[in-house]
């Protein structure tokens, strides 16, 4: 009899710890909400800055690439021939600059003041030989005419005596300010010059904006770049995220920065950790390539489900499988991150 009721007992327990097992493992599937999407990336179309003939391409595609990395080179000759002539350009102006606020060489003065005494003698001795013939011509000793080429060339000689005066004041005074701040002008402009051929020169090199992987090699060497036409195409490594289709019936249930834990085919037994990035504030259509014919008149929300992908695993369009718990706390994104980076 206690056999019995002890079998009884027993089976009775384990009756009521399988229901109970079983209602918590349908309580647990009811909290988390499971969307279907593939996994996406940013990219961006690389063109030059300029036009001409591509010389060198430095990458493959999937070669990954690291911020302000050179990927490819244009001809760079008649670049380099601008440069060197605004170079000389600017040199040239610079000195001239120079040459003014320094001003008067001493030497220059003092052979100044040298024209000035020998003026100054030259018309003491015309107005000299002037006054002499004077009482000549009275006395007529001396024709009118030498009279009046003696005063002209008193006259003369006075102009050239003032002419080599004003001269040196000018030299003793040094360069007008005006003069100056031309030739300042003159040399910003110049260097302005050089700036942009500089900038022009490095316009045709090719870097990368950001860390990525090479996805595709449009352009090669000897084809003619234009800013309008991509030379290659670059894969950003981060951020990646899934891109989903949230049930318009689910939308209060998570929040900006709830956690997800990620899968893929590609990889069954590892899960990515992830948080809720972006949640479309405008409902659309179920696209055609997301759900079956019988959900394609639900409206859904676009979401975004940011992953850790350090191992670089999770590629462009691989298809996975998102697990976000209902009614959690949300994460504050920053703090994702740098979980992230942790792990």
Not at 127 to 145: C, D, F, H, I, Q
Request: glycine share 4%.
């Amino acid at each position: 009899m206690n056999k019995k009721f002890f079998l009884f007992a027993l089976i009775l327990v384990l009756g009521v710890g399988v229901i109970y097992y079983w209602q918590r493992q349908q309580n647990g599937d009811q909290n988390i909400l499971i969307l279907y999407g593939n996994v996406d990336i940013r990219e961006a179309q690389l063109a030059f800055n300029s036009s001409e003939h591509i010389e060198t391409v430095f990458v493959q595609e999937g070669d990954r690439v690291k911020k302000g990395q050179l990927l490819a080179r244009l001809h760079t000759e008649i670049l380099r021939a601008r440069l060197a002539e605004a170079q000389a350009q600017w040199e040239a102006q610079r000195q001239n600059l120079n040459k003014l606020q320094a001003g008067s060489r001493k030497e220059e003065i003092s052979k100044a003041r040298a024209e000035l005494n020998a003026a100054k003698a030259r018309a003491t001795s015309a107005r000299a030989t002037y006054k002499r013939l004077l009482p000549m011509l009275k006395k007529k000793l001396v024709s009118p005419e030498d009279v009046e080429n003696a005063r002209a060339a008193a006259d003369s000689a006075k102009a050239e005596m003032e002419a080599v005066k004003q001269a040196l004041n000018l030299l003793e005074l040094g360069p007008r300010k005006e003069d100056i701040a031309i030739a300042q002008a003159e040399l910003a402009r110049r260097k302005a010059a050089v700036i942009l051929a500089e900038q022009q020169l490095d316009d045709a090199n090719l870097y990368a904006p950001t860390e990525g992987v090479i996805r595709n090699r449009i352009l090669e060497p000897g084809d003619m770049a234009f800013p309008q036409t991509p030379a290659l195409t670059l894969a950003f490594i981060n951020p990646v995220w899934v891109r989903a289709y949230l049930p318009e019936p689910m939308l209060g249930k998570i929040t900006l920065g709830s956690k997800a834990m990620i899968y893929t085919d590609s990889f069954p037994g590892r899960a990515y950790p992830g948080w809720v990035g972006y949640i479309s504030p405008t409902a659309e259509f179920t696209p055609k390539n997301v759900q079956t014919p019988e959900l394609r008149t639900r409206l859904v929300y676009s979401v975004r489900i940011f992953a850790c992908n350090p191992q670089d695993e999770l590629r462009l369009g691989m298809p996975a499988t998102v697990h976000i718990a209902i009614d959690q706390a949300p994460v504050n994104q920053d703090i994702a991150d740098k979980n992230c980076e942790a792990k």
